[in-house]
């Protein structure tokens, strides 16, 4: 029979109004729960899988009323710190990078960001990411990275030719082992996706798969410098093939513009 989860009790923080300013906002109220319990979880107070004190409890901890902590709860879930059920206390959430990622690949597909910025950001980004997975990389991992390289040479369609690059590219990252810079691979996603399909459809997969040997290569030698050194040409290469497309869609657009006149 599973053990029932432990509940962790809050002591008594109440939400102090603003001098001069009467009753606070419910909302100013929220935010204040939220960012208390959140450092607490963040703290590592209130453990993973651990229960929160009830609704009523809270709200009398914290000196408010139950709907300002059904919205702080709401709002922490949102964030991925805890897990809510029917019937059940809210509990702490293993650690999910989803909500964040999530959050900042919107911010991103909202803004003017190019992908030229992207290659930017890419270009030391992914040297480091290719530099520390030369050091790293076991015999596994160097042999996944062969695998993907197959599949892209393998893939028939756009679509998954662009699903085996990416594919190549996280697993560079996994042979780091620093869990962070997948996250970071993973916010930029919906821009990487849309980079490798402008860059394959322009000039086909050679560039790509020429890209990563030379990378695999390097990685399989554990040459930190020589890998780190192939990453940066492999992007030279993505940042000339954007740059074709980028030309190549201004001249298609002024030449429908001309036949329209």
């Known amino acids: 029979m599973p053990a029932t989860p432990r509940t962790i009790s809050t002591p008594r923080a109440p939400v102090k109004v ?9 909302r100013d109220l929220v935010d204040q729960v939220v960012t208390h319990l959140r450092a607490r979880i963040l703290a590592g107070d209130h453990a993973v899988g651990v229960s929160l004190p009830s609704e009523g409890d809270l709200a009398e901890s914290f000196g408010v009323s139950r709907t300002v902590i ?3 709860m709401r709002s922490l879930r949102a964030q991925g710190l805890i897990v809510m059920s029917q019937g059940s206390r809210p509990r702490v959430a293993e650690v999910d ?18 992908l030229l910025d992207l290659t930017e950001v890419r270009r030391p980004l992914e040297a ?21 390289n197959a599949e892209l040479e393998r893939a028939k369609t756009l679509e998954d030719r662009v699903a085996a690059d990416v594919r190549f590219h996280e697993l560079l990252a996994v042979a780091t082992g620093n869990p962070v810079f997948g996250v970071l691979l993973g916010t930029l996603g919906v821009l990487l996706v849309e980079s490798r ?13 020429v890209g990563h040997r030379e990378i695999l290569v390097a990685v399989g030698r ?3 410098a020589a890998a780190e050194a192939a990453m940066r040409r492999h992007l030279d290469w993505a940042e000339r093939d954007i740059r074709a497309d980028a030309r190549a ?13």
């Open 128 to 148: 480091e990411i290719t530099r520390l997975a030369a050091t790293r990389a076991t015999v596994e991992q160097v042999a996944a990275l062969r695998d993907a």
């Open 18 to 26: 603003r001098s001069g300013a009467g009753i606070a906002p419910a």
């Open 222 to 224: 554990h040459d930190p």
């Open 97 to 114: 990078a989803r909500p964040t990622v999530e959050s900042l690949t919107l911010l991103l597909a909202r803004s003017r960001t190019t």
């Open 70 to 72: 059904r919205e702080a």
């Open 197 to 209: 399909r402008r860059t394959i459809r322009s000039a086909g997969v050679g560039p790509a798969l």
């Open 249 to 261: 869609r201004i001249l298609a657009t002024s030449t429908a513009g001309a036949d329209g006149s």
